[in-house]
C-alpha cells in the first residue's frame, strides 16, 4: 500500500465519521421547532422521535440515519475493498454515537449500523431486520430488537464468509451499539423499558 492508497483509505474512514456525525435525530425535530435533546428520553433517534414527534419525522430520521451507513460503506470500499467499507462503516457508527457536529451527543448506532450492513452484506441485513422486526412485534420494545439484531450481526456475516478484519470492524460496532443501550438493558432488567408507543419520560 503506498502513501496515496493509504491517505485515499484514511480519507474514506474520515468522511465516514463526519458522515455519522450529521445526526437526523436532532436535524429532522429541530425542522418542526423541536429540541430532541429535551424531549421524551432526550436520545436524538428514530424511537424517541417516533414516541415524541411522530411517524412521518421517525421515518425520516430512519432513512437518513441508514443512508448515512450506506454511503460510509460505499466510500470505504471503493477506497479499499470490503476491509475498509466495514472500517468506515464503523467510523460512520462511532460518528453517530459521539456526533462532532452536535457537541459529541449523538444517538445509538443502530440504524447507521443496519445501513453498512445492507451495503456490504444485504442478505445478512435482511435476516437481521428479520429479526429485529420479529422481537420489536412480540415485545413492542425497539431496544430489544436493537440488542437482538446486533447481537446476531457477526454470526450472519460469518455465515456469509466474512472473516478477519470484517468481522473484527463489524463486532466493534456491534458492541458499540451495545455499551450505548446500556440504560435500556438496565431498565429491561428492572422491567421498566418504554414500548415503542409509550412516551418516555
Not at 450506506?70 to 470490503?82: E, H, I, R, T
Not at 437481521?128 to 425497539?142: E, H, N, Q, W
Not at 440488542?147 to 460469518?158: D, E, R, S
Amino acid at each position: 500500500m503506498d502513501a496515496a492508497d493509504l491517505a485515499i483509505r484514511a480519507a474514506a474512514i474520515l468522511a465516514g465519521y463526519l458522515l455519522g456525525s450529521i445526526d437526523f435525530g436532532v436535524i429532522v425535530p429541530r425542522m418542526f421547532g423541536i429540541d430532541i435533546y429535551g424531549t421524551g428520553s432526550g436520545n436524538p433517534g428514530a424511537s424517541n422521535v417516533l414516541r415524541t414527534v411522530g411517524r412521518r419525522e421517525a421515518a425520516l430520521v430512519l432513512v437518513g440515519d441508514l443512508a448515512k451507513g450506506v454511503v460510509a460503506a460505499v466510500l470505504g470500499d471503493l477506497a479499499g475493498g470490503p476491509v475498509f467499507g466495514f472500517a468506515a462503516g464503523l467510523a460512520a457508527v462511532v460518528g453517530h454515537c459521539f456526533p462532532v457536529w452536535h457537541r459529541f451527543r449523538g444517538g445509538k448506532g443502530v440504524a447507521a449500523a443496519g445501513g453498512m450492513v445492507f451495503y456490504l452484506e444485504p442478505f445478512a441485513a435482511l435476516i437481521l431486520l428479520g429479526v429485529f422486526a420479529l422481537v420489536v412485534g412480540l415485545t413492542r420494545k425497539a431496544s430489544l430488537g436493537s440488542l437482538a439484531a446486533v447481537a446476531g450481526l457477526v454470526p450472519a456475516l460469518a455465515g456469509f464468509g466474512h472473516r478477519g478484519w470484517s468481522l473484527g470492524l463489524a463486532g466493534a460496532a456491534a458492541a458499540l451499539v451495545v455499551i450505548r443501550h446500556l440504560p435500556n438493558i438496565r431498565r429491561l432488567l428492572g422491567r421498566q423499558e418504554h414500548t415503542i408507543e409509550e412516551p418516555a419520560a
